[in-house]
């Protein structure tokens, strides 16, 4: 199973309208952490029972076999996690990690991040294929996307954010960084009953 991310001119104007439309939900600050355990809920427990699915150990190994601005790509969830996710850049495909490497054939996809291979709550290698063919301005932010889903975001949100199936506005929201820095914070295979 693959997760793809199209980005063609036909989603610009919908994406605006999301964007615009998911302001007002996000004015309220209690919410976001209410929110953020839903959305490890949907988008990550569900696959194991209602516990939780993550990298165990800090840091992370990633290779990247591309451009080095990609680094920079997946570094930007070291902030959104709050410090919670931190990664190591290795020279080899780590036993344990994240590849990202150029090469694949479909058009218009900027990238595809295959199901992270788990077992008991704890993500063991993740699998990233960018495409460089595409990779123009508008695939600017699928190194994030991508890097979201082989953290642990098995699916898409529907806030008009980056983690969006068609990358939305290009902006991480707050839920979802919230949700990345509680399941980082709290071991692999945890009860979401217990965040
Ligand atoms: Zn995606």
């Not at 980005?7 to 939900?25: E, G, H, N, Y």
């Not at 969006?164 to 506005?169: A, L, N, P, S």
Request: with cysteine; hydrophobic share 35%; charged share 25%.
């Amino acid at each position: 199973m693959a997760w793809m991310r199209r980005i063609v001119s036909v989603f610009m104007v919908p994406t605006v309208l999301l964007s615009l439309a998911s302001c007002a939900k996000d004015s309220s600050p209690t919410s976001s952490s209410t929110d953020a355990k839903q959305l490890i809920k949907d988008l990550n427990a569900f696959k194991n029972g209602d516990r939780t699915i993550r990298f165990k150990d800090m840091p992370i190994k990633v290779y990247v076999d591309g451009p080095s601005s990609w680094k920079d790509d997946v570094k930007k969830w070291e902030e959104w996690s709050g410090g919670a996710i931190r990664f190591e850049f290795v020279n080899s495909d780590p036993e344990v990690g994240i590849r990202l490497k150029n090469g694949i054939q479909q058009p218009l996809v900027c990238g595809v991040t295959y199901e992270p291979k788990w077992d008991n709550g704890e993500i063991r290698k993740a699998d990233i294929e960018m495409d460089l063919t595409s990779y123009t301005p508008l695939c600017k932010q699928t190194v994030a996307h991508e890097t979201g889903h082989a953290l642990g975001i098995l699916g898409h949100t529907k806030n008009g954010g980056l983690m969006d199936g068609d990358g939305g506005d290009g902006k991480m929201r707050d839920e979802v960084k919230e949700m990345m820095r509680i399941l980082y914070s709290n071991p692999p295979n945890t009860s979401v009953d217990k965040l």
